[in-house]
T-cell receptor
Framework: SQTIHQWPATLVQPVGSPLSLECTVEGTSNPNLYWYRQAAGRGLQLLFYSVGIGQISSEVPQNLSASRPQDRQFILSSKKLLLSDSGFYLC??????????FGPGTRLTVT | GESVGLHLPTLSVQEGDNSIINCAYSNSASDYFIWYKQESGKGPQFIIDIRSNMDKRQGQRVTVLLNKTVKHLSLQIAATQPGDSAVYFCAEKADAGNMLTFGGGTRLMVKP
């Protein structure tokens, strides 16, 4: 069966510091991968998606970037965090079907 | 946990009652819809989905109804249990890239 992992689970970072969040998927090949952000009391905002290694599409211009160095690895990064980057970051995957499956999330607090 | 749902609409039901969570969508070209359940501090969990060529689909204790005429989607939960307490999101897909557009969510609170 397929599983999706995200780490770290929680992170507190000062403004201006770098960021690296990792997402890995097991049990499937060549999945579509997605990064979402969820602010408190809000829905999910799509940040990036990837259909393959090295292929990244950005949905929202922001202080963040994404990379996909391996088939089942998706990384969300920032060179300098802003206060507005705080939120709950969710990685999701989709294989041949239409359903997206989400990871457990990373709660980021920028102080 | 994550404070998801601070400003979300809330539906409060008694344990054992049926719950109906509603969702309106705006894109008449949407051809696929999906419901997720999100508990505090966790990622959304798939509940049920439906394609636009269907009006109704049933799962275990859940039913999704789709009314394309008024662009309305609903999730019905039978015999609601305390474990059903969570925020529920609907999402629609309208483009060929399989991007989902999420609604704002509804918090379901089950009273024992």
């Amino acid at each position: 069966s397929q599983t999706i992992h995200q780490w770290p689970a929680t992170l507190v970072q000062p403004v201006g510091s770098p960021l690296s969040l990792e997402c890995t998927v097991e049990g499937t090949s060549n999945p579509n991968l997605y990064w979402y952000r969820q602010a408190a009391g809000r829905g999910l905002q799509l940040l990036f998606y990837s259909v393959g290694i090295g292929q990244i599409s950005s949905e929202v211009p922001q202080n963040l970037s994404a990379s996909r160095p391996q088939d089942r690895q998706f990384i969300l990064s920032s060179k300098k965090l802003l206060l507005s980057d705080s939120g709950f970051y969710l990685c999701a995957w989709r294989s041949s079907g239409r359903r997206q499956y989400f990871g457990p999330g990373t709660r980021l607090t920028v102080t | 946990g994550e404070s998801v749902g601070l400003h979300l609409p809330t539906l409060s039901v008694q344990e054992g009652d049926n719950s109906i969570i509603n969702c309106a969508y705006s894109n008449s070209a949407s051809d696929y819809f999906i419901w997720y359940k999100q508990e505090s501090g966790k990622g959304p969990q798939f509940i049920i989905d439906i394609r636009s060529n269907m009006d109704k689909r049933q799962g275990q204790r859940v039913t999704v109804l789709l009314n394309k005429t008024v662009k309305h989607l609903s999730l019905q939960i039978a015999a609601t249990q305390p474990g059903d307490s969570a925020v529920y999101f609907c999402a629609e897909k309208a483009d060929a890239g399989n991007m989902l557009t999420f609604g704002g969510g509804t918090r379901l609170m089950v009273k024992p």
